[in-house]
C-alpha cells in the first residue's frame, strides 16, 4: 500500500512577496520534501490548493484504507521536510494510520490541522 505526501505548492506565508521572483513557500518546501523522500517507498505528488490558506503551508499524508491527515503551519526548512518525511514513513508502517504521540518528530508537533477517516469500501 501507497503512501502519498501531498504538498500545496501555491502556499505563500505572510511574508511572501510576489515580486522577488522566488519560488512560493509552497513549491520551496514540496522541493525539499520531495528530496527528503527520495529513498524511501514514499510517494510525493505537488497540487495546487489544498484549500488550507490560514495554515499554510500544508501538506497531506495518505494511504488507501487508512486515517489520513492533513498538517500545516510549516516554514519551508529541510528540518519541517525531514519531520513530515519521518512521520509518514511512520504513517506507512502502521496498520491503520495512527502514529501514537511518542513516536511523533518533533518537526510536526503542532502542526496537524484535521484527521480524515478512510474512505468506506465500495462493497
Not at 12 to 33: C, F, I, M, Q, Y
Request: proline share 6%.
Amino acid at each position: 500500500m501507497t503512501t502519498w505526501i501531498t504538498v500545496c505548492d501555491t502556499c505563500k506565508r505572510d511574508d511572501w512577496n510576489a515580486a522577488s521572483g522566488a519560488p512560493t513557500d509552497g513549491e520551496a518546501l514540496a522541493a525539499l520534501v520531495e528530496a527528503a523522500a527520495a529513498d524511501t517507498t514514499l510517494r510525493t505528488r505537488r497540487v495546487s490548493c489544498l484549500m488550507g490558506c490560514a495554515h499554510g503551508c500544508n501538506v497531506a499524508v495518505q494511504a488507501q484504507g487508512k486515517l489520513n491527515y492533513t498538517l500545516g503551519r510549516f516554514e519551508a526548512t529541510p528540518e519541517a521536510a525531514q519531520g513530515i518525511v519521518a512521520y509518514a514513513a511512520k504513517h506507512a508502517d502502521s496498520s491503520n494510520g495512527q502514529v501514537p504521540y511518542r513516536e511523533w518528530p518533533a518537526a510536526i508537533k503542532g502542526h496537524f490541522v484535521t484527521r480524515h477517516p478512510p474512505l468506506p469500501d465500495d462493497q
